[in-house]
């Protein structure tokens, strides 16, 4: 079992940063892809980024590319994802994930934190 506990989040104005972190614990040897998702009401969890963390090669979803970023710190068994120049429509519970296969499918995470929520306003 891998426990992932997040960190981050709250309300923002338009323009504004966030930085989140997501610790995982617990049998974590094997879960060594780990990504954010975000789901906003009545829609579906949304790819945003993730890492290997084993290679550090991160992947992004286009939207997310040139605002956010996804970084890891393997002593602390740590990711993070900094979000710049958030809009209104980055309003979502964001979750982190960790798992086995090289996805941007929610269904192929193991592993899920416990979600933290942005609002951002305009």
């Known amino acids: 079992q891998v426990q992932l506990t997040e960190s981050g989040g709250g309300l923002v104005q338009t323009g504004g940063s966030l930085r989140f972190s997501c610790q995982a614990s617990g049998h974590t040897f094997g879960s060594y892809l780990r990504g954010w998702f975000r789901q906003a009401p009545g829609k579906e969890r949304e790819f945003i980024a993730r890492?290997?963390?084993?290679?550090?090669?991160?992947v992004y979803a286009d939207n997310a590319k040139g605002r956010f970023t996804i970084s890891k710190d393997n002593a602390r068994n740590t990711i993070y994802l900094e979000m710049n120049s958030l809009k209104p429509e980055d309003t979502a519970a964001y979750y982190c994930?960790?798992?086995?296969?090289?996805?941007?499918?929610?269904?192929?995470?193991?592993?899920w934190g416990q979600g933290t929520q942005v609002t951002v306003s305009s």
């Open positions: 994930a960790a798992g086995r296969k090289l996805s941007v499918r929610p269904d192929d995470y193991d592993y």
């Open positions: 890492v290997d963390y084993n290679s550090g090669e991160s």
